[in-house]
């Protein structure tokens, strides 16, 4: 099984940058389970990402969000959506990505998002201890997603 791990975030926006702490734990704990994990990370998604997501088997997305999430994570999976999130290539999203692939004829991989509530996204390299707590959840809620999903492959 692959797996490609992609966190993103400004680093030097508080919050936004919990996706590039994040990814690196969950990549960390998928090698503990001797699963084969490649790891990107950057400040916003690229058009080509798709050449490293093609021949993955799960790709997970981690990024803050600004909305508010009772457990303050939320985990979902992704299908491929072509519209673009804003005005121009800088707001491509997850879905487009996958869209994006789509339409150079590549197999998408099982996708999910990962979203961690922001709480605030103001100039600062220390990221909330709000965010941090949701992100502890995310962490937990994604080995448990993992584990059942594993569960089920071997199952099949």
């Not at 997850?94 to 789509?102: D, R």
Request: contains cysteine; hydrophobic residues 45%.
């Amino acid at each position: 099984m692959k797996v490609f791990i992609a966190g993103f975030g400004n680093p030097y926006r508080e919050d936004d940058s919990v996706g590039l702490y994040v990814a690196p734990l969950v990549a960390s704990w998928l090698e503990e389970q001797g699963v084969s994990v490649s790891i990107w990370s950057g400040q916003q998604l690229l058009p080509e990402l798709v050449y490293d997501l093609e021949d993955m088997d799960v790709v997970v997305f981690v990024d803050a969000d600004a909305r508010q999430f009772p457990e303050g994570y939320a985990l979902e999976e992704l299908d491929a959506n072509p519209l673009l999130e804003g005005l121009n290539i800088h707001s491509m999203g997850q879905a487009w990505l996958l869209s994006l692939m789509e339409r150079l004829g590549m197999v998408k991989p099982k996708t999910l998002l990962l979203s961690i509530s922001g709480f605030s996204f103001n100039f600062s390299e220390i990221i909330t201890s709000q965010c941090m707590d949701g992100a502890k959840k995310a962490e937990e809620a994604f080995r448990k997603w993992w584990k059942e999903f594993i569960s089920l492959q071997e199952g099949e």
